[in-house]
């Protein structure tokens, strides 16, 4: 389920609240864990300038990464005073790639000809921690909004014989607001909408959207699948990121 899935899905639920009957929480339990296994297709350009020197860089086509990679992720979640909840989750990702680069790429300063052997790295791991609040919960389900801090500690490297190995690193903390539904069609499956971001006006945008089924074949142990897609569109200056993850995933829930 894409992004527009996400949004569609989250419409319908605020939609049929007023026909549902809200009585009580439907899920019983105050800690979770999830540990995820995501499957998503790279889409990303990076341009970094220096010294007047700097041109788009295409991670795939220019310096050979995979265009599907699988990551694992873990979240984790407590719940109080039945409709708030507190977030964590990790997310390391790493890609490595060396290739005879085909045509003249310009990274940070330096310029690399074609027919030059370049050894490239890109190392991303992603912390958020966050706030929810389930304005609307009950047997049925809820819907929600909440707050988060994505930190995003980002590290891309060149590396080519007879050239200086060039390296940029950032820490980068980014604030996000969504909103999350999960409606139970049946008391042991739910349909779950998540999306969060932050517009940046003529500097990007910023989108996190995922849509899933979940079943628990017993109380306190669930399985999901699902869709997520990531993306970062950010410029500054003459320097643009433009990431886009985008893919299935499946997960593990465990409850107390």
């Known amino acids: 389920m894409k992004k527009g899935g996400c949004v569609a899905l989250l419409l319908a639920l605020v ?143 060149l590396k080519a014989p007879g050239f200086v190995d060039q390296k940029e690193d950032r820490t980068i903390p980014i604030p996000m607001i969504g909103l999350i539904g999960r409606l139970y069609p049946f008391r042991w499956a739910n349909l779950t909408a998540k999306i969060s971001g932050i517009p940046l006006g003529q500097y990007g945008n910023i989108i996190d959207a995922e849509g899933s089924l979940n079943i628990n074949p017993i109380k306190y142990v669930g399985i999901s699948g699902g869709y997520r897609y990531f993306g970062v569109d950010v410029k500054y200056n003459d320097n643009s990121f433009d990431f886009k993850l985008n893919g299935p995933f499946v997960a593990l829930n465990i409850r107390f």
């Open 15 to 157: 939609l049929v609240w007023p026909v549902l009957s809200w009585s009580q929480v439907g899920e019983d339990y105050n800690i979770e864990i999830e540990g995820r296994y995501w499957m998503p297709k790279l889409d990303s350009t990076v341009k970094v300038v220096e010294n007047l020197l700097g041109n788009e860089i295409k991670l795939v086509d220019d310096l050979g990464f995979d265009d599907r990679k699988n990551f694992a992720e873990g979240r984790f979640q407590i719940k109080f005073f039945k409709k708030h909840k507190f977030n964590l989750s990790y997310l390391p990702m790493k890609w490595e790639a060396e290739k005879t680069i085909t045509r003249t790429i310009e990274f940070s300063g330096t310029t690399y000809t074609a027919g030059t052997p370049v050894q490239s790295k890109l190392d991303l791991n992603f912390y958020k921690i966050g706030y929810e609040y389930d304005f609307l919960a009950g047997k049925a389900g809820f819907l929600g909004a909440g707050i988060d801090v994505l930190v995003a500690n980002v590290s891309v490297e």
